[in-house]
């Protein structure tokens, strides 16, 4: 039964609490007041910041990319050195740790930190810190170090890391306390999620008051693969090795870029740039020279999003689903199956007068060729033909950018927002454009402004225009799924924005048949995967080699389709002055082609050189 | 019972008051917490924006449990302690943060079971009280969940429940030589595992130095200046120049620290004035009730909130150890409001059943 006199009893119990309480409340608050309010002005904390420990990155299988390792670090508390002990101090540094010069302690005493980092214990005996820490002056703080198991292999996907600057500062708060920021890569790019609060250390007086701990990042999961990112690099090492031996360059070929992506997800397999470098080199500080060399190389270019190259015929793609969509095909031809002369050369006069003749890059034409048949021989002719056909029909009128509004479906000239910072989004020109290089950058444009020849140009992917390679590789995953997203290298990736494209089921495999028939005999690839044997009728791609001003060797381009009866993978393949695009980046794509099918790797070879 | 007319603001009858309570602590809590950012902003970091949320998942809740009829929960109060008992059973295999697994990540915020647990307590207690079913299975349910608790490791809690325990059986008729046993027994109890060193040494450390030490707990001390900075009338009414201090924990443990920076004396006195009145008018309706399970069960929430308020109070003005718990409807933490908030709403369905409107 329940008790109504108990009731009562607590209540009186609780009524004495409130007493006391609020007795003890008055007398903090109306009593004391002015003399706490002193108390405060007097009191002088100091805050010690150690650096939180940044998340760990890891492939697809679990494998660790990037890892912070926490070790204890010996410290000296400055504030509780004076002339009487400094000698002991000394002293006990001295004994205990032969590597540290006196000048080295010297400095130790000089700094105006609150602690000083003098050692790191890890390697000592687990005695010596015991005995250390009966001095006073002495604390053991763990510090995270970053390290990169697999050094070069993942430099650009990952970046490195090093001390914020103002700017880094002002846009990455956890940067000041943690004197760590993620300079490019992925660092970079989810600094705000992977680098942690740094713990705060509370000083009074020289005495630790209170150590709020630090809250460590978040890890982050990737899409990569280290096996096939081994494979790509090795694949491009060799690749780069032979167009070294078998053409004669002023300057050294050493650039060039792989993308692999997903067809179904738009994730990226595996993403190489060389020339690369250690990011570890950065954790313990680079040395000037070291930072010069590599930054000659451009070493810490990413090319694979930063890598500007004209696509050269790997563009010729968006002419082909512009010449399917809209019916335009060169003007004695009907339909996509119709055939036209190609002689190997293009004459033609413009409306106001000019004549002009474009060459093939096959001296003696590829003789009757259709669209299919223009893809597998990668006919210039042809391409120009519709070229013409645009600018006769739309010409100076409202509809005469077709070609680049199909482009910017693809997405080139603008941003693949794939998660990496800094990628660059490359231009494809019009007449607007060459209008506002006419003020802005005059030494680009002819003064006649934009004409024919510069549709003719660009339809071939030369000219202005500038892609980068996983902007190539988005654009082909896009014709090949009707979906335009984001390419990603992290589960963290956050712009997963689907825009849907018209395209029909029946060009998808229209346009594969025809990708198909590059790597098939005829094709300008088939020496390169000749190797594979009955696997070319499953494999597709299309070579590019686009040529740049000067005496500078083609950029040699490759994008290769695995498979054709079920689409996985798209592998891109740049090399900067790596000649021709059948001859170079295609053997360089079948390897890791190869990789992807788990057939037998075989070396790279030298291919046959067209275009 | 009669069946009664469901209104927008509940069955018909509502008493007004217990809503009016209940915001009036919210928005408190919204004031203080705003003297703590002074910063508006829309973003979930926003631990203003977060109260707030918390506040209106918390209203939800509360008119929940005002369309649910007491008998309903009485036949529920078994199945509530069984899945108490398996939410503190399956946060022991959550990730450790801070030294301690006490709570599931549920993505924007955590879920905290000891906190449903605490509401659980009385209303099974008040259950097995009423109706006398004092055998195993009940004495054993209670002890293993605070056996849960305690090894999270949760101290401040495992002390709270088991003062309610203490006060609710004082509340029977039970003897005054049956309580004394409890309470010998409890003790035995703690130091059997102090004695096999299941006691986590590094809490009872803390009470140890408490007491053996003339210096107070750095945090105590802190959040000592700060409520005494509060002065008579606060420092929103006293024009007095801020004077910023650092305490830690200052939106969850000690709040009232900055409560009663912000609002003085006078604050504190309000404050607590509303807990006083709330506790009166449930007072009452626990004489005119005749339902002896609705008298264990509302006696047994006021006890709860009562302790948490002392404890809390006492806790930042550095007159016990540091415990770790919030005060009710004052700290921000959405798994205390949505517990307290439920327990707001038993008391108005109470309120509506017994005919006790305003």
Redesign the interface.
Known sequence: MFNKYRLNSVLILFSIFSVVIFSELFVLQVLDNEENAQQIENQNFEVFYIPAARGEIFDINGNKLASSILEPYLFLNLKKINEDNKKTYTQLIQFNFKEISNSEIEEFFKSKDLFIKIINLSQYDPEIRIRLLDFEAFEVFNLPTRFYPYNELFSHVIGYVGNPNKDEQNNFPNSINNKLVGKTGLERYYENIISGTASEVIVQNGNIVEIKPSVSGKDIQLVLNTKTQNVVKESLQEGIILANKNFETTNMIERGAVVVQKIDTGEIVSMVSLPDFDPNQFVLGISEFDFKQLNRTQAFNNFAIQGLYPPGSVFKVVAYWLALNEGIFPETAINAQDYIDCEGSLSFGFDDGSKQVYQDWKPDGHGKVNLSQAMKQSCNVYFWDIALKIWRTFGNTDSEALLQEYSKQLGFSSLSNIDLPFEKEGVVPDRELFEEWTISRPELVRPEGWLGGDLMNLIIGQGAITTTPVQVSNAYRTLLTGEKSSPFISLESSNNIIEKINISDEFVKFLLDDLNLVTNPGGTAYRSFQIMGDQIFDIGGKTGTAQNAGDLNNTSWFVGVDSISDPKYIVVTVVEEGGSGSAVAAPISRRIIQHLRESELTPVEFGEITE | MINRKITLLGPEGTNLYVIFQFLLFNVISWFTLFNITSELSFSLENILVRQIIFTILGLIVFFFFTYIPISNIISLSNILMISSTLLLLGVLFTEES?GARRRYDLGIFDFQPSEFTKVVFVIFIANAL?KKNNNFLTIGLVITNLLLIYIQPDLGTTVILLLLVF?MF????IKFKNIVAFSLLTFIAFFVLLEFNLVNTFQIDRITDFYSNEVKD??QQQS??Q??????LGENLSN?SN?D??V?VQTTDFIFSSF?KSF??LG??IL?SFW?IFGFRV?SL??KTES?FE??LL?GFM?LL?LQI?IN??TV?G?IPLTGDPFPLLSLGGSSIIAISSIFGIINRIFIENNLVI
Request: aromatic share 24%; hydrophobic share 55%; with cysteine.
């Open positions: 801070l009423s006060f004082f509340l029977t008729d750095f945090s000592r200046l409520i005494s900075l509060g002065g008579f007095t004077i201090i650092f830690p009663s003085g004396f504190c006195v607590l006083s007072y626990i004489i002896n008298k264990f006696s006890i009562y002392f109070i006492a003005l007159l």
